[in-house]
């Protein structure tokens, strides 16, 4: 069976993303291992951000 892959959604508070409605960036067909070092990144460096993660399929 092939791996899981996810699509994550990362949004923000921050004024600038106000016209998007928070929504910083998507990125589609990521690995789990690809979202967990997303996540941890994220985490680090834009601490006012937080990233809904789905499944896809």
Known sequence: MA???YTV???SNAPEHA???GGVYII???T???VEALKAR?????TDRWLKV???G
């Open 3 to 5: 791996e899981q892959l």
């Open 9 to 11: 959604h990362a949004f």
């Open 19 to 21: 016209p998007t409605r």
């Open 28 to 30: 589609t067909d990521m």
């Open 32 to 34: 789990e291992a690809q």
């Open 42 to 46: 994220e985490a680090e460096e834009h």
């Open 54 to 56: 789905e499944e896809q």
